[in-house]
């Protein structure tokens, strides 16, 4: 919504009010958040492909709306559902990707949804481009984004559901099926044992309830995932990503969609490295690894901006640092962040684990976006950017103590190493 947004502000009559132009492209954090914490009990109740079906309402609804919007109030509706639907939708997808993948190939399968966001992105900036000369393009882009929604309705009729939610419902054939047909014949017996082993210690109702999340193990993993969305956050993604822009000006790329197109294309490239890496390295080392670089990044871009060296020189090191940032967090610190807090989870609280710790993404996001602007005038570049420098830092520090190495790991065998009431089994 950043590149069309003075059109919709000057067709529905709030053009040049600069607070409810940021409401209709922030709303949709509100609608994240609300739907983050609401996906936990919707998967526990119906599974994840069935309520991927269900989550497609409110994406293609909130599109439809925001199309055909010809008031404030319509718009925010529409902006609204969408992110109600973002919500649901950020959370479901790892855990259904972390339920379904072969252990072997869990780490690759699962930064596929990393992939994904890329290239969305990237179809999106190329849709967003001839809004800057046709005033109305903004309603056939919003047209567009319900094409999406009716895609994964339809498809997710010809996916296959969890199988370890299945084994938790009692549709036990039906799970053997799956395990059978996705992860080879010689796995099902095992699968089966380990889920059923998981269950009869957690207990056998589909439903978790919140407080559940206060008792280990499962405190110490929301508490990681919390954290590492928080630090991934205030690490300064979001502000970067925001200021590559200008950062881009300075050495006469003009066009904003041109150098989002850049950054796009890196984080992609990003993406790509950490889909060969994650089953190679492992979480723990792409995370560590990543927020080293992204603190040297952002290092980089301070010492170009405090230090006395040619001004030239100081624009190259600025994209330069700006371009290292995006790739080395694209390798570990975003697809390893939601992969790796549904692989600690229990099976009984994964759904509610992920909907926390999103819920925290999405608060962070939002007060990031608020304040980055301010800082960054206040205070300048070269600050803000050395403490998203120190967060990164942080960051790398945490992940060193507090994560779990998960490769090569099947989900019920973490999930035992955690859990320290875990009855012992039998050879």
């Given at each position: 919504m950043n590149g069309p947004i003075v059109s919709v502000a000057r067709e529905l009559g709030f053009e040049g009010n600069s607070i409810l132009e940021g409401l209709v492209v922030s709303i949709f954090i509100g609608g994240a958040f609300i739907g983050s914490l609401s996906s936990g009990l919707l998967v526990d109740k119906f599974g994840c492909r069935r309520t991927?079906?269900?989550?497609?309402?409110?994406?293609?609804?909130?599109?439809?709306?925001?199309?055909?919007?010809?008031?404030?109030?319509?718009?925010?509706?529409?902006?609204?559902?969408?992110?109600?639907?973002?919500?649901?939708?950020?959370?479901?997808?790892?855990?259904?990707?972390?339920e379904v993948?072969?252990?072997?190939?869990?780490?690759?399968?699962?930064?596929?949804?990393?992939?994904?966001t890329c290239l969305g992105i990237i179809v999106s900036l190329f849709l967003g481009i001839p809004s800057e000369d046709d005033p109305h393009w903004w309603r056939t882009m919003l047209y567009i984004a319900t094409?999406?929604?009716?895609?994964?309705?339809?498809?997710?009729?010809?996916?296959?559901?969890?199988?370890?939610?299945?084994?938790?419902?009692?549709?036990?054939?039906?799970?053997?099926?799956?395990?059978?047909?996705?992860?080879?014949?010689?796995?099902?017996?095992?699968?089966?044992?380990?889920?059923?082993?998981?269950i009869k210690n957690d207990g056998s109702d589909l439903d978790s309830n919140w407080l559940e999340l206060l008792e280990e193990p499962h405190s110490r993993v929301a508490f990681i995932g919390g954290t590492l969305f928080f630090l991934q956050q205030f690490a300064g993604i979001n502000g970067v990503l925001y200021f590559s822009s200008l950062t881009f000006q300075?050495?006469?790329?003009?066009?904003?969609?041109l150098a989002s197109l850049f950054v796009g294309v890196t984080n992609f490239a990003g993406a790509l490295c950490a889909l060969y890496l994650m089953d190679r390295q492992g979480r723990q080392r792409l995370l560590i690894g990543s927020y080293l670089g992204m603190a040297v990044s952002m290092f980089l871009i301070v010492y170009s901006?405090?230090?006395?060296?040619?001004?030239?020189?100081g624009h190259n090191l600025s994209i330069l640092g700006t371009l290292m940032y995006v790739f080395t967090f694209?390798?570990?610190?975003?697809?390893?962040?939601?992969?790796?807090?549904?692989?600690?989870?229990?099976?009984?609280?994964?759904?509610?684990?992920?909907?926390?710790?999103?819920?925290?993404?999405?608060?962070?996001n939002f007060v990031v976006g608020l304040y980055f602007l301010e800082l960054v005038e206040k205070l300048g570049v070269a600050p803000v950017y050395a403490s998203f420098g120190?967060?990164?830092?942080?960051?790398?520090?945490?992940?060193?103590?507090?994560?779990?190495?998960?490769?090569?790991?099947?989900?019920?065998?973490?999930?035992?190493?955690?859990?320290?009431?875990?009855?012992?089994?039998?050879?």
């Open positions: 991927l079906q269900i989550d497609t309402i409110p994406l293609i609804l909130g599109a439809l709306i925001s199309a055909q919007a010809h008031s404030l109030d319509e718009i925010l509706w529409g902006r609204f559902l969408v992110g109600l639907g973002i919500g649901v939708n950020t959370v479901l997808v790892p855990i259904y990707i972390s993948a072969p252990t072997k190939y869990r780490g690759s399968l699962g930064t596929l949804c990393q992939m994904g094409i999406p929604g009716f895609i994964i309705s339809l498809g997710m009729q010809f996916a296959v559901e969890s199988p370890r939610w299945l084994c938790k419902a009692g549709r036990l054939n039906e799970a053997k099926a799956i395990i059978r047909s996705l992860w080879g014949v010689s796995e099902v017996d095992r699968a089966i044992e380990e889920f059923q082993a998981v300075d050495v006469g790329i003009t066009s904003g969609a901006i405090i230090s006395p060296v040619d001004e030239q020189l694209a390798i570990g610190a975003g697809p390893v962040t939601g992969l790796i807090i549904p692989e600690l989870s229990s099976t009984r609280t994964r759904g509610k684990i992920m909907g926390f710790s999103f819920s925290v993404h999405w608060v962070c120190g967060v990164s830092l942080l960051s790398a520090i945490f992940a060193y103590y507090f994560i779990v190495e998960t490769k090569g790991r099947s989900l019920e065998e973490i999930e035992m190493s955690l859990n320290r009431n875990f009855p012992p089994r039998d050879n």
